[in-house]
Protein backbone atom coordinates (compact mmCIF):
# COMPACT_ATOMS: atom_id res chain seq x y z
CA UNK A 1 0.00 0.00 0.00
CA UNK A 2 1.03 3.26 -1.14
CA UNK A 3 1.09 6.87 1.60
CA UNK A 4 -1.96 7.91 -0.28
CA UNK A 5 -3.89 4.73 0.24
CA UNK A 6 -3.21 4.79 3.84
CA UNK A 7 -4.46 8.28 3.92
CA UNK A 8 -7.93 7.94 1.71
CA UNK A 9 -8.77 4.87 4.22
CA UNK A 10 -7.97 7.50 7.01
CA UNK A 11 -10.16 9.87 5.43
CA UNK A 12 -12.85 7.71 4.93
CA UNK A 13 -12.88 6.28 8.52
CA UNK A 14 -12.80 10.08 10.40
CA UNK A 15 -15.29 11.16 7.91
CA UNK A 16 -18.12 8.94 9.37
CA UNK A 17 -16.89 9.24 12.67
CA UNK A 18 -17.31 12.93 12.34
CA UNK A 19 -20.47 12.09 10.15
CA UNK A 20 -22.05 10.52 13.41
CA UNK A 21 -20.46 13.18 15.91
CA UNK A 22 -22.39 15.48 14.10
CA UNK A 23 -25.72 14.27 14.31
CA UNK A 24 -25.28 12.97 17.73
CA UNK A 25 -23.31 15.39 19.74
CA UNK A 26 -24.48 18.64 21.57
CA UNK A 27 -24.78 20.03 18.02
CA UNK A 28 -28.06 17.75 16.99
CA UNK A 29 -27.02 19.26 13.33
CA UNK A 30 -29.85 17.84 10.98
CA UNK A 31 -28.31 14.87 8.94
CA UNK A 32 -28.87 16.55 5.60
CA UNK A 33 -26.39 19.33 6.66
CA UNK A 34 -24.06 16.76 8.17
CA UNK A 35 -23.76 14.99 5.30
CA UNK A 36 -23.01 17.68 3.22
CA UNK A 37 -20.41 19.43 5.38
CA UNK A 38 -18.77 15.72 6.11
CA UNK A 39 -18.92 15.34 2.39
CA UNK A 40 -17.17 19.11 1.36
CA UNK A 41 -14.67 17.85 4.20
CA UNK A 42 -13.77 14.83 2.06
CA UNK A 43 -13.23 16.84 -1.09
CA UNK A 44 -11.11 19.25 0.14
CA UNK A 45 -9.16 16.10 2.35
CA UNK A 46 -8.50 14.31 -0.56
CA UNK A 47 -7.10 17.54 -2.64
CA UNK A 48 -10.28 18.09 -4.69
CA UNK A 49 -10.94 21.80 -6.55
CA UNK A 50 -13.45 23.54 -4.95
CA UNK A 51 -15.35 23.22 -8.09
CA UNK A 52 -15.33 19.39 -8.32
CA UNK A 53 -16.51 19.02 -4.51
CA UNK A 54 -19.67 21.18 -5.88
CA UNK A 55 -19.94 19.17 -8.81
CA UNK A 56 -19.63 15.61 -7.50
CA UNK A 57 -22.32 16.86 -4.58
CA UNK A 58 -24.59 17.53 -7.09
CA UNK A 59 -24.04 14.68 -9.14
CA UNK A 60 -24.32 12.03 -6.18
CA UNK A 61 -27.32 13.77 -4.83
CA UNK A 62 -28.79 14.09 -8.30
CA UNK A 63 -27.97 10.35 -9.18
CA UNK A 64 -29.57 9.51 -5.62
CA UNK A 65 -32.64 11.49 -6.39
CA UNK A 66 -33.51 10.19 -9.63
CA UNK A 67 -32.82 6.27 -9.01
CA UNK A 68 -34.23 6.19 -5.43
CA UNK A 69 -36.16 9.50 -4.84
CA UNK A 70 -39.09 9.54 -7.40
CA UNK A 71 -39.71 6.45 -6.73
CA UNK A 72 -40.03 6.39 -2.59
CA UNK A 73 -42.24 9.11 -3.46
CA UNK A 74 -44.57 7.34 -5.82
CA UNK A 75 -44.71 4.76 -3.09
CA UNK A 76 -45.76 7.19 -0.63
CA UNK A 77 -48.32 7.99 -2.61
CA UNK A 78 -49.22 4.44 -3.16
CA UNK A 79 -49.28 3.64 0.51
CA UNK A 80 -51.43 6.77 0.66
CA UNK A 81 -54.21 5.23 -1.63
CA UNK A 82 -53.88 1.74 0.04
CA UNK A 83 -54.20 3.25 3.48
CA UNK A 84 -57.27 5.37 2.82
CA UNK A 85 -59.14 2.42 0.93
CA UNK A 86 -58.63 0.34 3.85
CA UNK A 87 -56.82 -1.82 2.06
CA UNK A 88 -53.38 -2.05 4.40
CA UNK A 89 -55.90 -2.30 6.77
CA UNK A 90 -57.64 -5.20 6.08
CA UNK A 91 -54.27 -7.09 5.12
CA UNK A 92 -53.08 -6.33 8.41
CA UNK A 93 -56.39 -8.11 9.97
CA UNK A 94 -55.81 -11.17 7.78
CA UNK A 95 -52.44 -11.79 9.37
CA UNK A 96 -53.01 -10.90 12.84
CA UNK A 97 -56.86 -13.09 13.22
CA UNK A 98 -54.87 -16.07 11.46
CA UNK A 99 -51.33 -15.90 13.05
CA UNK A 100 -50.27 -16.48 16.42
CA UNK A 101 -48.49 -13.38 17.84
CA UNK A 102 -44.91 -15.35 17.92
CA UNK A 103 -45.02 -16.16 13.85
CA UNK A 104 -46.24 -12.34 13.49
CA UNK A 105 -42.63 -12.11 11.67
CA UNK A 106 -42.53 -15.09 10.05
CA UNK A 107 -45.30 -14.05 8.44
CA UNK A 108 -43.96 -10.83 7.21
CA UNK A 109 -40.93 -12.15 6.73
CA UNK A 110 -42.12 -14.28 3.89
CA UNK A 111 -44.26 -11.60 2.53
CA UNK A 112 -41.28 -9.20 1.95
CA UNK A 113 -39.26 -12.88 0.53
CA UNK A 114 -41.80 -12.26 -2.33
CA UNK A 115 -41.80 -8.37 -2.95
CA UNK A 116 -37.98 -8.38 -2.87
CA UNK A 117 -37.63 -10.93 -5.28
CA UNK A 118 -37.28 -8.29 -8.37
CA UNK A 119 -37.21 -5.39 -6.00
CA UNK A 120 -34.40 -2.41 -4.87
CA UNK A 121 -33.98 -2.84 -0.83
CA UNK A 122 -35.17 0.83 -1.12
CA UNK A 123 -38.45 0.06 -3.01
CA UNK A 124 -39.33 -3.15 -1.29
CA UNK A 125 -39.20 -1.48 2.02
CA UNK A 126 -41.35 1.86 0.85
CA UNK A 127 -44.04 -0.88 -0.43
CA UNK A 128 -44.09 -2.62 2.67
CA UNK A 129 -43.90 0.27 5.08
CA UNK A 130 -47.95 0.73 4.99
CA UNK A 131 -48.41 -3.58 6.14
CA UNK A 132 -45.54 -2.82 8.47
CA UNK A 133 -47.26 0.11 10.22
CA UNK A 134 -50.20 -0.82 10.30
CA UNK A 135 -49.45 -4.41 11.56
CA UNK A 136 -47.50 -3.06 14.60
CA UNK A 137 -49.97 -0.29 14.93
CA UNK A 138 -52.35 -2.92 15.84
CA UNK A 139 -50.09 -5.07 18.13
CA UNK A 140 -49.01 -1.64 19.98
CA UNK A 141 -52.85 -0.90 20.80
CA UNK A 142 -53.96 -4.14 21.62
CA UNK A 143 -50.77 -4.28 24.40
CA UNK A 144 -50.10 -7.26 22.54
CA UNK A 145 -46.42 -6.54 22.78
CA UNK A 146 -44.02 -5.40 25.15
CA UNK A 147 -41.16 -3.29 23.32
CA UNK A 148 -41.18 -1.76 20.27
CA UNK A 149 -43.96 -3.78 18.02
CA UNK A 150 -42.25 -1.68 14.95
CA UNK A 151 -39.13 -3.48 15.47
CA UNK A 152 -40.41 -6.69 16.04
CA UNK A 153 -43.03 -6.17 13.05
CA UNK A 154 -39.88 -4.80 10.61
CA UNK A 155 -36.61 -6.29 11.27
CA UNK A 156 -37.72 -9.42 9.32
CA UNK A 157 -39.13 -7.29 6.38
CA UNK A 158 -35.31 -5.67 6.43
CA UNK A 159 -33.65 -8.65 6.76
CA UNK A 160 -35.40 -10.24 3.66
CA UNK A 161 -35.23 -7.60 1.30
CA UNK A 162 -31.77 -7.05 2.41
CA UNK A 163 -30.94 -11.10 1.73
CA UNK A 164 -32.77 -10.93 -1.63
CA UNK A 165 -31.01 -7.70 -3.10
CA UNK A 166 -27.53 -8.81 -2.56
CA UNK A 167 -27.90 -12.61 -2.75
CA UNK A 168 -30.33 -13.79 -5.86
CA UNK A 169 -30.48 -12.15 -9.32
CA UNK A 170 -32.39 -10.00 -10.84
CA UNK A 171 -31.05 -8.15 -8.99
CA UNK A 172 -28.27 -5.72 -10.48
CA UNK A 173 -25.90 -6.87 -8.10
CA UNK A 174 -25.34 -10.32 -8.42
CA UNK A 175 -26.51 -10.05 -12.39
CA UNK A 176 -22.92 -7.75 -12.02
CA UNK A 177 -21.18 -10.28 -10.56
CA UNK A 178 -22.35 -12.73 -13.15
CA UNK A 179 -21.60 -11.11 -16.00
CA UNK A 180 -17.86 -9.72 -14.40
CA UNK A 181 -17.02 -13.38 -13.63
CA UNK A 182 -19.18 -14.82 -17.05
CA UNK A 183 -21.10 -17.38 -15.03
CA UNK A 184 -24.79 -18.93 -14.98
CA UNK A 185 -27.65 -17.33 -13.80
CA UNK A 186 -29.74 -20.16 -13.10
CA UNK A 187 -27.09 -22.02 -10.52
CA UNK A 188 -26.46 -18.53 -8.83
CA UNK A 189 -30.00 -18.17 -8.56
CA UNK A 190 -30.37 -21.52 -6.83
CA UNK A 191 -27.55 -20.84 -4.35
CA UNK A 192 -28.64 -17.83 -3.80
CA UNK A 193 -31.96 -18.60 -2.44
CA UNK A 194 -30.26 -21.50 -0.13
CA UNK A 195 -28.01 -18.62 1.10
CA UNK A 196 -30.83 -16.06 1.57
CA UNK A 197 -33.40 -18.34 3.72
CA UNK A 198 -30.92 -18.91 6.58
CA UNK A 199 -29.64 -15.54 6.72
CA UNK A 200 -32.92 -13.71 6.68
CA UNK A 201 -34.47 -16.04 9.32
CA UNK A 202 -31.13 -15.57 11.54
CA UNK A 203 -31.34 -11.93 11.06
CA UNK A 204 -34.94 -11.53 11.12
CA UNK A 205 -37.43 -13.09 13.29
CA UNK A 206 -34.89 -14.69 15.29
CA UNK A 207 -32.84 -11.59 16.02
CA UNK A 208 -36.04 -9.63 15.72
CA UNK A 209 -37.58 -11.09 18.86
CA UNK A 210 -34.15 -10.61 20.71
CA UNK A 211 -33.62 -6.69 19.67
CA UNK A 212 -37.81 -5.88 19.57
CA UNK A 213 -38.32 -5.72 23.83
CA UNK A 214 -34.99 -4.04 24.37
CA UNK A 215 -36.14 -0.93 21.90
CA UNK A 216 -39.19 1.73 22.10
CA UNK A 217 -38.81 2.94 18.44
CA UNK A 218 -42.03 4.16 17.26
CA UNK A 219 -42.30 6.03 13.97
CA UNK A 220 -43.37 10.15 13.50
CA UNK A 221 -46.99 10.38 14.29
CA UNK A 222 -47.53 11.97 10.51
CA UNK A 223 -46.01 9.08 9.10
CA UNK A 224 -48.42 6.98 11.02
CA UNK A 225 -50.95 8.55 10.69
CA UNK A 226 -50.34 8.58 6.37
CA UNK A 227 -49.86 4.76 6.08
CA UNK A 228 -52.46 3.42 8.26
CA UNK A 229 -56.30 4.04 9.99
CA UNK A 230 -56.62 5.28 13.01
CA UNK A 231 -60.50 4.66 12.65
CA UNK A 232 -61.75 1.20 11.45
CA UNK A 233 -63.40 1.73 8.10
CA UNK A 234 -66.86 0.93 7.35
CA UNK A 235 -66.79 -3.09 5.82
CA UNK A 236 -68.94 -1.52 3.15
CA UNK A 237 -67.01 0.73 1.69
CA UNK A 238 -63.99 -1.39 1.39
CA UNK A 239 -62.67 -2.83 -1.74
CA UNK A 240 -62.34 -6.55 -2.31
CA UNK A 241 -59.25 -7.81 -0.54
CA UNK A 242 -57.94 -9.33 -3.52
CA UNK A 243 -58.15 -6.45 -5.52
CA UNK A 244 -56.15 -4.65 -2.83
CA UNK A 245 -53.74 -6.91 -2.48
CA UNK A 246 -53.25 -7.28 -6.69
CA UNK A 247 -53.01 -2.78 -6.60
CA UNK A 248 -49.95 -3.41 -3.81
CA UNK A 249 -48.46 -5.86 -5.64
CA UNK A 250 -48.92 -4.76 -8.87
CA UNK A 251 -45.52 -3.08 -9.10
CA UNK A 252 -43.58 -6.38 -8.35
CA UNK A 253 -45.47 -8.04 -10.89
CA UNK A 254 -44.14 -5.84 -13.32
CA UNK A 255 -40.61 -6.13 -12.43
CA UNK A 256 -40.76 -9.65 -11.64
CA UNK A 257 -42.27 -9.79 -15.13
CA UNK A 258 -39.27 -7.75 -16.51
CA UNK A 259 -36.95 -9.93 -13.91
CA UNK A 260 -38.05 -13.64 -16.22
CA UNK A 261 -38.14 -12.38 -19.53
CA UNK A 262 -34.45 -11.01 -19.18
CA UNK A 263 -33.41 -14.56 -17.89
CA UNK A 264 -35.74 -16.00 -21.13
CA UNK A 265 -36.15 -13.95 -23.92
CA UNK A 266 -32.78 -13.21 -25.90
CA UNK A 267 -31.38 -9.49 -26.49
CA UNK A 268 -33.55 -7.11 -28.45
CA UNK A 269 -36.56 -9.00 -28.64
CA UNK A 270 -39.49 -6.88 -29.20
CA UNK A 271 -41.16 -8.22 -25.54
CA UNK A 272 -38.27 -7.64 -24.00
CA UNK A 273 -38.01 -4.35 -24.23
CA UNK A 274 -41.71 -3.45 -23.30
CA UNK A 275 -41.12 -5.72 -20.27
CA UNK A 276 -38.07 -3.97 -19.59
CA UNK A 277 -40.06 -0.23 -20.00
CA UNK A 278 -42.95 -1.44 -17.76
CA UNK A 279 -40.72 -2.66 -15.07
CA UNK A 280 -38.51 -0.34 -14.51
CA UNK A 281 -39.13 0.57 -10.60
CA UNK A 282 -40.48 4.44 -11.66
CA UNK A 283 -42.39 3.15 -14.62
CA UNK A 284 -43.85 0.28 -12.17
CA UNK A 285 -44.66 2.41 -9.37
CA UNK A 286 -46.27 5.03 -11.45
CA UNK A 287 -48.32 2.63 -12.57
CA UNK A 288 -49.03 1.14 -10.03
CA UNK A 289 -50.11 4.44 -8.25
CA UNK A 290 -52.42 5.23 -11.43
CA UNK A 291 -54.16 2.07 -11.28
CA UNK A 292 -54.65 2.10 -7.45
CA UNK A 293 -56.30 5.73 -7.70
CA UNK A 294 -58.35 4.29 -10.15
CA UNK A 295 -59.54 1.02 -9.29
CA UNK A 296 -59.16 1.95 -5.40
CA UNK A 297 -60.59 5.14 -5.27
CA UNK A 298 -62.17 6.63 -8.03
CA UNK A 299 -63.80 3.78 -9.50
CA UNK A 300 -65.61 3.45 -6.04
CA UNK A 301 -67.13 6.79 -6.05
CA UNK A 302 -64.46 8.69 -4.66
CA UNK A 303 -63.67 12.37 -5.13
CA UNK A 304 -60.83 13.44 -7.38
CA UNK A 305 -60.08 16.43 -5.66
CA UNK A 306 -59.74 14.55 -2.65
CA UNK A 307 -57.49 11.96 -4.08
CA UNK A 308 -55.24 14.63 -5.41
CA UNK A 309 -55.16 16.38 -1.51
CA UNK A 310 -54.41 13.28 -0.10
CA UNK A 311 -51.64 12.35 -2.59
CA UNK A 312 -49.92 16.10 -2.14
CA UNK A 313 -50.04 15.27 1.48
CA UNK A 314 -48.48 11.94 1.21
CA UNK A 315 -45.39 13.38 -0.14
CA UNK A 316 -44.86 15.68 3.37
CA UNK A 317 -43.80 13.86 6.36
CA UNK A 318 -41.33 11.74 3.54
CA UNK A 319 -39.73 15.30 2.21
CA UNK A 320 -37.26 15.08 5.01
CA UNK A 321 -36.32 11.54 4.01
CA UNK A 322 -36.18 11.66 0.36
CA UNK A 323 -33.31 14.93 1.41
CA UNK A 324 -31.50 13.00 3.54
CA UNK A 325 -30.76 10.07 1.42
CA UNK A 326 -29.82 12.51 -1.00
CA UNK A 327 -27.50 13.69 1.19
CA UNK A 328 -26.23 10.18 1.90
CA UNK A 329 -25.54 9.47 -2.23
CA UNK A 330 -23.73 12.80 -2.01
CA UNK A 331 -21.56 11.40 0.64
CA UNK A 332 -21.04 8.28 -1.25
CA UNK A 333 -20.15 9.90 -5.06
CA UNK A 334 -17.26 12.22 -2.94
CA UNK A 335 -16.29 8.81 -1.78
CA UNK A 336 -16.45 6.83 -4.81
CA UNK A 337 -14.56 10.10 -6.41
CA UNK A 338 -11.91 10.26 -4.40
CA UNK A 339 -10.85 6.96 -5.30
CA UNK A 340 -11.10 5.13 -1.38
CA UNK A 341 -12.30 1.74 -3.72
CA UNK A 342 -8.92 1.98 -5.08
CA UNK A 343 -6.74 1.97 -2.06
CA UNK A 344 -9.12 -0.91 -0.59
CA UNK A 345 -8.86 -2.93 -3.54
CA UNK A 346 -4.90 -2.49 -2.86
CA UNK A 347 -5.29 -3.12 0.28
CA UNK A 348 -6.84 -6.38 -0.42
CA UNK A 349 -4.33 -7.41 -3.13
CA UNK A 350 -1.23 -8.10 -0.39
CA UNK A 351 -3.96 -10.62 1.37
CA UNK A 352 -4.01 -14.78 0.94
CA UNK A 353 -6.99 -15.48 1.91
CA UNK A 354 -9.06 -18.23 -0.35
CA UNK A 355 -10.66 -16.82 -3.31
CA UNK A 356 -14.53 -17.51 -1.51
CA UNK A 357 -13.80 -15.27 1.48
CA UNK A 358 -11.32 -13.07 -0.13
CA UNK A 359 -14.14 -11.69 -2.57
CA UNK A 360 -16.38 -11.55 0.28
CA UNK A 361 -13.89 -9.40 1.95
CA UNK A 362 -13.32 -7.08 -1.07
CA UNK A 363 -17.08 -6.53 -1.46
CA UNK A 364 -17.43 -5.87 2.26
CA UNK A 365 -14.63 -2.97 2.49
CA UNK A 366 -15.55 -1.42 -0.58
CA UNK A 367 -19.45 -1.29 0.31
CA UNK A 368 -18.83 -0.09 3.89
CA UNK A 369 -15.89 2.53 2.85
CA UNK A 370 -18.28 3.93 0.12
CA UNK A 371 -21.52 3.09 0.58
CA UNK A 372 -22.70 1.61 -2.41
CA UNK A 373 -22.91 -2.25 -2.64
CA UNK A 374 -22.71 -1.74 -5.96
CA UNK A 375 -19.43 -0.18 -6.09
CA UNK A 376 -18.47 -3.87 -3.99
CA UNK A 377 -19.98 -5.94 -5.57
CA UNK A 378 -18.34 -4.36 -9.20
CA UNK A 379 -14.67 -3.93 -7.90
CA UNK A 380 -14.64 -7.16 -6.27
CA UNK A 381 -15.87 -8.93 -9.29
CA UNK A 382 -13.38 -6.56 -11.34
CA UNK A 383 -10.44 -7.95 -9.29
CA UNK A 384 -11.28 -11.60 -9.11
CA UNK A 385 -12.61 -12.11 -12.91
CA UNK A 386 -8.81 -12.93 -14.02
CA UNK A 387 -8.68 -15.96 -11.30
CA UNK A 388 -11.96 -16.72 -12.04
CA UNK A 389 -10.86 -17.34 -15.98
CA UNK A 390 -7.33 -19.21 -14.92
CA UNK A 391 -8.69 -21.26 -12.18
CA UNK A 392 -11.30 -24.01 -13.56
CA UNK A 393 -11.84 -25.67 -10.13
CA UNK A 394 -13.22 -22.31 -8.74
CA UNK A 395 -17.28 -22.41 -8.49
CA UNK A 396 -17.83 -19.30 -10.23
CA UNK A 397 -21.68 -19.18 -9.22
CA UNK A 398 -20.06 -19.52 -5.56
CA UNK A 399 -17.92 -16.54 -5.83
CA UNK A 400 -20.37 -14.58 -7.42
CA UNK A 401 -22.75 -15.07 -4.56
CA UNK A 402 -19.91 -14.86 -1.75
CA UNK A 403 -19.26 -11.47 -3.19
CA UNK A 404 -22.76 -10.55 -3.30
CA UNK A 405 -22.78 -11.46 0.41
CA UNK A 406 -19.99 -9.28 1.42
CA UNK A 407 -21.71 -6.25 -0.14
CA UNK A 408 -24.33 -6.48 2.23
CA UNK A 409 -22.03 -6.02 5.67
CA UNK A 410 -23.03 -3.41 7.97
CA UNK A 411 -24.78 -0.83 6.10
CA UNK A 412 -24.22 2.74 7.79
CA UNK A 413 -24.29 6.32 7.79
CA UNK A 414 -23.00 6.86 4.33
CA UNK A 415 -25.62 3.93 2.68
CA UNK A 416 -29.21 5.55 1.53
CA UNK A 417 -30.70 2.47 3.02
CA UNK A 418 -29.63 3.13 6.75
CA UNK A 419 -31.22 6.87 6.14
CA UNK A 420 -33.80 5.37 4.86
CA UNK A 421 -34.78 2.53 7.71
CA UNK A 422 -33.83 5.50 10.17
CA UNK A 423 -35.56 8.65 9.65
CA UNK A 424 -38.62 5.83 8.46
CA UNK A 425 -38.92 4.06 11.88
CA UNK A 426 -37.92 7.98 13.82
CA UNK A 427 -35.07 5.84 15.27
CA UNK A 428 -31.44 7.55 16.69
CA UNK A 429 -28.25 6.49 15.28
CA UNK A 430 -27.90 4.01 18.27
CA UNK A 431 -31.27 2.38 17.49
CA UNK A 432 -30.49 2.06 13.51
CA UNK A 433 -27.38 0.80 14.23
CA UNK A 434 -29.30 -2.50 16.08
CA UNK A 435 -31.12 -2.72 13.41
CA UNK A 436 -30.10 -2.45 9.73
CA UNK A 437 -26.56 -2.47 10.38
CA UNK A 438 -26.57 -5.29 12.69
CA UNK A 439 -29.17 -7.19 10.49
CA UNK A 440 -27.18 -6.83 6.81
CA UNK A 441 -23.73 -7.67 8.69
CA UNK A 442 -25.93 -10.77 10.28
CA UNK A 443 -27.02 -11.58 6.68
CA UNK A 444 -23.92 -10.91 4.91
CA UNK A 445 -21.95 -13.08 7.70
CA UNK A 446 -24.70 -16.02 7.55
CA UNK A 447 -24.55 -15.97 3.28
CA UNK A 448 -20.91 -16.42 3.31
CA UNK A 449 -21.00 -19.32 6.19
CA UNK A 450 -23.78 -21.16 3.42
CA UNK A 451 -21.00 -20.55 0.45
CA UNK A 452 -18.46 -22.38 2.04
CA UNK A 453 -20.75 -25.16 3.43
CA UNK A 454 -21.93 -25.64 0.05
CA UNK A 455 -18.70 -25.05 -1.94
CA UNK A 456 -17.62 -27.96 0.92
CA UNK A 457 -20.26 -30.01 -0.67
CA UNK A 458 -20.17 -30.20 -4.26
CA UNK A 459 -16.35 -30.25 -3.49
CA UNK A 460 -16.89 -33.48 -1.78
CA UNK A 461 -19.87 -34.67 -4.38
Not at 112 to 132: C, D, K, N, S, T
Not at 396 to 403: D, G, H
Not at 424 to 447: D, L, N, P, R, Y
Request: glycine fraction near 10%; proline fraction near 6%.
Amino acid sequence: MTPLDIQLLLTALVSVLVLVALIVSRLKMHPLLALLVVSVGVGFATGMEPEGIVSHLITGAGKTLGAVGVVIALGAMLGKILADAGVTEQIAEVILKRTPDRMIPWAMMAVAFVIGIPMFFEVGLVIMLPLIFSVARKLESQSRFKGSAYVYVGVPVISALAAMHGMVPPHPGPLTAIAALKTAVGPTMLYGFLAAIPAMILGGPLYGAFISPRMSTRPDQALLDQFTLAEKSDDRTRPSVWLGVFAALMPAILMLVHAVAEMVLPKGDAILKVASFLGNPLIAMLLGVLFAGAALMLGRGGDAEKLRDGLGKSLKPIASIIMIIAGGGAFQELLTSAKVGDAIVHLTQQSAFPPLILGWLIAMLLSVSTGSATVGIVGAAGLLAPLAGADPSLNLPLLALSIGCGSLFFNYANHAGFWMVKESFGMSMGEATKTISVVQSIVAVVGLIVVLILNAFVAVS
